[in-house]
């Protein structure tokens, strides 16, 4: 079976859809290993935050972390579709403009846990962007930034990189973001707090509407200057006492 | 140290990557233990625990002192051990490759699943091989019973066969009958406390990385779960389901699949 070393590069003559791209994202399935990860649930859970007010973190989350990490992806993606689309930048160049916007994201996230875990998952995003968009200019200059054991980009800058590569553009973006956090704490629950199933999609839709407000400025970004700098002090701190746990189920 | 090991310069050296799997309580991490003390000396060695729920497996592995810590490391696994050995083993990848880039070169690097139950085997894109472990306290039929570990996996090793008197186990018999249910294929009684059954091991390491290295070694997998509970894993009484592309349960985790 040589099929691990065939990889199919997705026709660059037939473009996607968003719609399938952020399907394919969205989805738990992608094996970039999100199944580890809880979007700060079960560290709020072990902090003592009462399982009935899941549906609020969740909230909090939309008008707090998720707005930096949802800016932070639609810079990323403006960069990458900048330094790409016009061919001006090499891909050193490239990687010099990527980590800037990391360094924004960084700026907004004070947690080293944090930022250790979504540089950690970045990792993941990386491995799928460097099998299935081998050659694009962002995924290239991506990998540049981001070689082990130096500082890795982030989270949100790869699902940017992803983005300017596969074609999804950026109010797509935002909404990936805003419900991936809050579908990781809805699976999160399931395992952490078992309840009837069918609830904690409501919440994730209540999420998803919260968040609709801010789509169109989030999504018209450009600089790193401008990326949102809400933070979740208190989430912040319980992301940073279950980095010291030995007792976790979920990285984080 | 084994010939042929020379460091390269820039990329870290691929190492023969061995994948533990087997039921909770049968020994992996003792067995992991043991290869570690037998090879430490002759081979640079690395190791990964999947734990479910803690990173003791690792911790009990650096205090065997059997091995420099910071060889040692552990990732989670969000619960769903199986998913992190076959369906998407993302995380154990970057795990392997960090070891090797950071002790380059390693000659093996050991992968111990989180057990779960008698199903869970490991994905060729992961481990190069692996071995599975049952034990004699988990009785004499169960080598019988089969499964696709028991069945497939490079190594089937009965461990503890120092308890088989205690347990009123025949071991002759036990590996008798897993022979038969493997075609053939090795089983290997081992014992901690049993000199010779741990040089049997020590030895087949030894002769797979030969293998590895001469790319004569090709990774074969074993095939996926069959149905099972997850009495362990969850709490509570499992809900029987399958590990297969069709859609399954676990105790409170809506209907998913696996890929
Ligand atoms: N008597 C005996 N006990 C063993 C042997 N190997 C492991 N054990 C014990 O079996 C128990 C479970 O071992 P462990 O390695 O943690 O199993 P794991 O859950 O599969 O990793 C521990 O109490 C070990 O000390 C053996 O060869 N003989
Ligand atoms: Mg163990
Ligand atoms: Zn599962
Ligand atoms: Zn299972
Ligand atoms: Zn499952």
């Known amino acids: ?252 | 140290m084994l010939e042929n090991s020379t460091p390269s310069s820039s990329a870290p050296a691929r190492s023969l990557r061995i994948g533990v799997a087997g039921p909770v309580g049968t020994g992996k991490s003792s067995l992991i233990a043991t290869v570690c003390r037998a090879l430490a000396a002759e081979l640079r060695l690395g190791v990964i625990t999947n734990d479910i729920y803690t990173d003791e497996d690792a911790r009990f592995l650096r205090s065997a002192g059997v091995l420099e810590p910071e060889r040692i490391r552990a990732v989670e696994t969000g619960a769903c051990p199986h998913t992190a050995i076959r369906d998407d083993i993302t995380v154990n990848l970057l795990a392997v490759e960090d070891l090797e880039r950071d002790f380059n070169p390693l000659d093996v690097v050991l992968i111990e699943s989180g057990g779960d139950n008698l199903t869970a085997t490991f994905s060729p894109a992961l481990v190069d091989a692996q071995i599975f472990v049952l034990d004699v306290a988990g009785g004499g039929d169960v080598a019988r019973k089969g499964g696709p570990g028991i069945a497939r996996a490079d190594l089937l090793v009965v461990n503890k066969t120092d308890l088989a008197p205690y347990v009123g186990v025949d071991v002759p018999a036990m590996v008798a009958d897993a022979e038969t249910a493997r075609e053939g294929r090795q089983v290997l009684a081992l014992s901690r406390s049993d000199a010779a059954s741990v040089e049997t091991l020590a030895a087949w390491v030894r002769g797979l990385l030969v293998e590895h290295r001469a790319g004569t070694h090709t990774p074969q997998d074993p095939g996926p779960m069959a149905p099972h509970f997850h009495a362990d894993e969850e709490g509570g009484p499992g809900l029987l389901h399958s590990h297969d592309e069709t859609e399954h349960v676990h105790d409170g985790e809506p209907a998913h699949t696996h890929h």
């Open chain 1, 1 to 252: 079976m040589n099929l691990s070393t065939t990889p199919l590069s997705p026709p660059l003559s037939a473009p996607l859809s968003s719609a399938t791209i952020s399907m394919m994202l969205a989805d738990a399935r992608l094996p970039v290993g999100g199944h580890v990860h809880s979007a700060g649930l079960e560290p709020a859970l072990s902090g003592g935050m009462p399982a009935a007010q899941v549906p609020g973190y969740m909230l909090g989350r939309v008008r707090t972390v998720t707005l930096v990490e949802a800016g932070t992806a639609v810079v990323a993606r403006h960069v990458a579709v900048q330094g790409t689309g016009q061919g001006v930048f090499g891909a050193a160049q490239l990687a010099v403009a990527l980590a800037t916007v990391d360094r924004a994201w960084a700026a907004r996230t004070p947690s080293r846990a944090v930022r250790d875990v979504s540089r950690s998952l970045a990792r993941g995003y990386q491995r799928l962007a460097g099998t299935l968009w081998a050659e694009h200019p962002a995924v290239v200059a991506s990998a540049l930034g981001s070689t082990p054991p130096g500082p890795t980009l982030s989270r949100p800058v790869l699902l940017g990189v992803i983005a300017a590569a596969a074609g999804l553009d950026a109010e797509s973006l935002v909404r990936l973001v805003v419900y991936d956090d809050a579908q990781t704490i809805a699976a999160a629950m399931l395992k952490l707090e078992p309840l009837d199933p069918a609830i904690p999609p409501g919440w994730v839709l209540a999420a998803c509407a919260a968040a609709e407000e801010f789509v169109t400025d989030l999504a018209a970004l450009t600089s790193a200057d401008a990326i949102p700098a809400w933070g979740a002090p208190e989430s912040e701190g319980w992301a940073e006492a279950h980095s010291r746990t030995t007792q976790r189920l979920f990285r984080a």
